[in-house]
T-cell receptor, first 113, second 109 residues
Framework: EAGVTQFPSHSVIEKGQTVTLRCDPI?????LYWYRRVMGKEIKFLLH????????ESGMPNNRFLAERTGGTYSTLKVQPAELEDSGVYFC???????????FGPGTRLTVL | KNEVEQSPQNLTAQEGEFITINCSYS?????LHWLQQHPGGGIVSLFM?????KKHGRLIATINIQEKHSSLHITASHPRDSAVYIC???????????WGAGTKLIIKP
Protein backbone atom coordinates (compact mmCIF):
# COMPACT_ATOMS: atom_id res chain seq x y z
CA GLU A 1 0.00 0.00 0.00
CA ALA A 2 1.38 3.40 -0.97
CA GLY A 3 2.01 5.84 1.85
CA VAL A 4 1.30 9.53 1.97
CA THR A 5 3.06 11.32 -0.87
CA GLN A 6 3.85 14.98 -1.31
CA PHE A 7 4.91 17.01 -4.29
CA PRO A 8 7.23 18.72 -4.87
CA SER A 9 9.91 17.61 -2.42
CA HIS A 10 11.60 21.00 -2.69
CA SER A 11 10.46 24.35 -4.00
CA VAL A 12 12.48 27.53 -4.26
CA ILE A 13 10.54 30.66 -5.22
CA GLU A 14 10.91 34.39 -4.96
CA LYS A 15 8.95 36.56 -2.60
CA GLY A 16 5.64 37.50 -4.16
CA GLN A 17 5.33 34.38 -6.29
CA THR A 18 2.74 31.67 -5.89
CA VAL A 19 3.44 28.08 -4.93
CA THR A 20 1.09 25.11 -4.75
CA LEU A 21 1.94 22.08 -2.66
CA ARG A 22 0.19 18.79 -3.18
CA CYS A 23 -0.54 15.93 -0.81
CA ASP A 24 -1.90 12.51 -1.74
CA PRO A 25 -3.14 10.69 1.36
CA ILE A 26 -3.33 6.95 1.86
CA UNK A 27 -6.26 5.61 -0.13
CA UNK A 28 -9.37 5.42 1.99
CA UNK A 29 -8.17 7.88 4.62
CA UNK A 30 -10.87 10.49 5.08
CA UNK A 31 -8.79 12.67 7.39
CA LEU A 32 -6.02 14.78 5.95
CA TYR A 33 -3.85 17.20 7.92
CA TRP A 34 -1.36 19.90 6.98
CA TYR A 35 1.47 20.92 9.30
CA ARG A 36 4.54 23.06 8.89
CA ARG A 37 7.84 23.66 10.59
CA VAL A 38 9.40 27.05 10.09
CA MET A 39 13.06 27.54 10.89
CA GLY A 40 13.96 26.90 14.51
CA LYS A 41 10.41 26.33 15.69
CA GLU A 42 8.16 23.44 16.52
CA ILE A 43 5.94 21.80 13.97
CA LYS A 44 2.58 23.54 13.96
CA PHE A 45 -0.84 22.39 12.90
CA LEU A 46 -2.33 24.22 9.92
CA LEU A 47 -5.61 22.54 9.11
CA HIS A 48 -7.62 19.34 9.02
CA UNK A 49 -9.89 18.00 6.30
CA UNK A 50 -12.53 15.34 6.72
CA UNK A 51 -13.16 14.21 3.19
CA UNK A 52 -13.56 17.46 1.23
CA UNK A 53 -14.66 19.58 4.19
CA UNK A 54 -12.42 21.75 6.32
CA UNK A 55 -12.93 20.43 9.84
CA UNK A 56 -10.49 22.79 11.53
CA GLU A 57 -8.47 25.53 9.88
CA SER A 58 -7.54 27.39 13.04
CA GLY A 59 -3.83 26.95 12.39
CA MET A 60 -3.77 28.70 9.02
CA PRO A 61 -1.50 31.71 9.51
CA ASN A 62 -3.28 34.21 7.24
CA ASN A 63 -5.35 34.56 4.11
CA ARG A 64 -2.36 34.08 1.83
CA PHE A 65 -2.77 30.38 2.49
CA LEU A 66 -5.54 28.46 0.74
CA ALA A 67 -6.10 24.73 1.12
CA GLU A 68 -8.46 22.63 -0.92
CA ARG A 69 -9.42 19.01 -1.13
CA THR A 70 -11.76 18.69 -4.05
CA GLY A 71 -13.45 15.31 -4.24
CA GLY A 72 -12.01 14.30 -0.90
CA THR A 73 -8.89 12.73 -2.35
CA TYR A 74 -5.69 14.72 -2.75
CA SER A 75 -5.22 18.15 -1.23
CA THR A 76 -3.43 21.27 -2.34
CA LEU A 77 -2.02 24.07 -0.24
CA LYS A 78 -1.48 27.30 -2.14
CA VAL A 79 0.57 30.19 -0.85
CA GLN A 80 -0.12 33.44 -2.69
CA PRO A 81 1.82 35.69 -2.53
CA ALA A 82 4.66 33.95 -0.73
CA GLU A 83 6.62 35.83 1.90
CA LEU A 84 10.06 35.15 3.35
CA GLU A 85 8.61 33.90 6.64
CA ASP A 86 6.71 31.15 4.79
CA SER A 87 9.96 29.24 4.28
CA GLY A 88 9.95 25.91 6.06
CA VAL A 89 8.92 22.31 5.68
CA TYR A 90 5.27 21.54 5.02
CA PHE A 91 4.08 18.11 6.11
CA CYS A 92 0.89 16.33 5.24
CA UNK A 93 -0.60 13.43 7.17
CA UNK A 94 -3.63 11.22 6.82
CA UNK A 95 -5.63 8.92 9.04
CA UNK A 96 -8.70 6.72 8.78
CA UNK A 97 -10.48 8.67 11.46
CA UNK A 98 -9.38 11.45 13.78
CA UNK A 99 -8.54 9.22 16.74
CA UNK A 100 -6.38 6.85 14.75
CA UNK A 101 -2.67 7.06 14.08
CA UNK A 102 -1.64 9.65 11.51
CA UNK A 103 0.70 8.65 8.70
CA PHE A 104 3.04 11.34 7.45
CA GLY A 105 4.34 12.29 4.07
CA PRO A 106 8.00 13.15 3.42
CA GLY A 107 7.31 16.87 3.47
CA THR A 108 7.88 19.70 1.03
CA ARG A 109 10.76 22.03 1.78
CA LEU A 110 9.76 25.54 0.70
CA THR A 111 12.34 28.27 0.38
CA VAL A 112 11.20 31.81 -0.32
CA LEU A 113 13.99 34.14 -1.44
CA LYS B 1 6.24 28.14 27.89
CA ASN B 2 5.37 25.53 25.28
CA GLU B 3 2.51 23.17 25.96
CA VAL B 4 4.79 20.25 25.11
CA GLU B 5 8.33 20.27 26.47
CA GLN B 6 11.00 17.75 25.56
CA SER B 7 14.32 17.06 27.19
CA PRO B 8 17.09 16.94 26.41
CA GLN B 9 17.22 19.06 23.27
CA ASN B 10 20.37 17.30 22.13
CA LEU B 11 21.82 13.98 23.17
CA THR B 12 25.04 12.31 22.07
CA ALA B 13 25.79 8.81 23.28
CA GLN B 14 27.98 5.83 22.48
CA GLU B 15 26.69 2.79 20.68
CA GLY B 16 25.11 0.35 23.09
CA GLU B 17 24.01 2.91 25.65
CA PHE B 18 20.49 3.05 27.07
CA ILE B 19 18.75 6.21 25.90
CA THR B 20 15.91 8.09 27.57
CA ILE B 21 14.08 11.05 26.07
CA ASN B 22 11.44 12.82 28.15
CA CYS B 23 8.25 14.66 27.26
CA SER B 24 6.06 16.73 29.56
CA TYR B 25 2.81 18.38 28.57
CA SER B 26 0.40 20.80 30.16
CA UNK B 27 -2.84 20.25 28.24
CA UNK B 28 -5.53 17.62 28.36
CA UNK B 29 -4.80 14.92 25.84
CA UNK B 30 -6.48 11.95 24.24
CA UNK B 31 -3.22 10.40 23.01
CA LEU B 32 0.51 11.00 22.85
CA HIS B 33 2.70 10.25 19.85
CA TRP B 34 6.39 9.60 19.55
CA LEU B 35 7.73 10.21 16.07
CA GLN B 36 11.10 9.95 14.38
CA GLN B 37 12.59 12.20 11.74
CA HIS B 38 15.83 11.32 9.96
CA PRO B 39 17.95 14.07 8.39
CA GLY B 40 16.37 15.14 5.13
CA GLY B 41 13.61 12.64 5.64
CA GLY B 42 9.99 12.55 6.49
CA ILE B 43 8.32 11.78 9.77
CA VAL B 44 7.64 8.25 10.93
CA SER B 45 5.25 7.48 13.72
CA LEU B 46 6.83 5.21 16.34
CA PHE B 47 4.13 4.96 18.97
CA MET B 48 0.71 6.28 19.77
CA UNK B 49 -0.28 5.71 23.39
CA UNK B 50 -2.85 6.88 25.87
CA UNK B 51 -1.83 4.84 28.91
CA UNK B 52 0.77 2.45 30.21
CA UNK B 53 3.61 1.22 28.09
CA LYS B 54 4.29 0.04 24.55
CA LYS B 55 7.30 -1.82 23.18
CA HIS B 56 8.49 -2.28 19.63
CA GLY B 57 11.84 -3.93 19.16
CA ARG B 58 14.43 -1.90 21.06
CA LEU B 59 12.04 1.01 21.59
CA ILE B 60 9.86 1.41 24.66
CA ALA B 61 7.41 4.24 25.31
CA THR B 62 5.72 4.92 28.62
CA ILE B 63 3.17 7.46 29.71
CA ASN B 64 1.98 8.64 33.12
CA ILE B 65 -1.30 10.45 32.60
CA GLN B 66 -1.50 11.76 36.17
CA GLU B 67 1.95 13.32 35.96
CA LYS B 68 1.49 14.39 32.30
CA HIS B 69 4.78 12.85 31.37
CA SER B 70 6.03 10.35 28.82
CA SER B 71 9.39 8.78 28.14
CA LEU B 72 10.89 7.14 25.09
CA HIS B 73 13.63 4.60 25.77
CA ILE B 74 16.03 3.01 23.33
CA THR B 75 17.90 -0.07 24.48
CA ALA B 76 21.23 -1.15 22.96
CA SER B 77 21.41 2.04 20.91
CA HIS B 78 22.91 1.91 17.43
CA PRO B 79 24.20 4.63 15.07
CA ARG B 80 21.19 4.07 12.83
CA ASP B 81 19.02 5.32 15.72
CA SER B 82 20.50 8.77 15.13
CA ALA B 83 17.56 11.03 14.30
CA VAL B 84 15.30 13.68 15.75
CA TYR B 85 12.69 12.24 18.09
CA ILE B 86 9.54 14.27 18.49
CA CYS B 87 6.79 14.06 21.06
CA UNK B 88 3.35 15.28 19.99
CA UNK B 89 0.11 15.22 21.97
CA UNK B 90 -3.41 15.11 20.61
CA UNK B 91 -5.51 17.70 22.35
CA UNK B 92 -8.64 16.28 23.93
CA UNK B 93 -10.54 19.46 23.10
CA UNK B 94 -9.95 19.81 19.38
CA UNK B 95 -7.93 16.73 18.35
CA UNK B 96 -5.10 18.87 17.03
CA UNK B 97 -1.55 17.58 17.40
CA UNK B 98 0.61 19.85 19.55
CA TRP B 99 4.27 19.24 18.91
CA GLY B 100 7.39 19.32 21.03
CA ALA B 101 10.59 20.84 19.69
CA GLY B 102 12.25 17.48 19.22
CA THR B 103 15.35 15.82 20.64
CA LYS B 104 18.32 15.43 18.32
CA LEU B 105 19.97 12.10 19.09
CA ILE B 106 23.42 11.14 17.82
CA ILE B 107 24.76 7.67 18.50
CA LYS B 108 28.48 7.33 17.93
CA PRO B 109 29.98 3.97 16.92
Amino acid sequence: EAGVTQFPSHSVIEKGQTVTLRCDPISGHDNLYWYRRVMGKEIKFLLHFVKESKQDESGMPNNRFLAERTGGTYSTLKVQPAELEDSGVYFCASSQDRINEQFFGPGTRLTVL
Amino acid sequence: KNEVEQSPQNLTAQEGEFITINCSYSVGISALHWLQQHPGGGIVSLFMLSSGKKKHGRLIATINIQEKHSSLHITASHPRDSAVYICAVRSSSNYQLIWGAGTKLIIKP
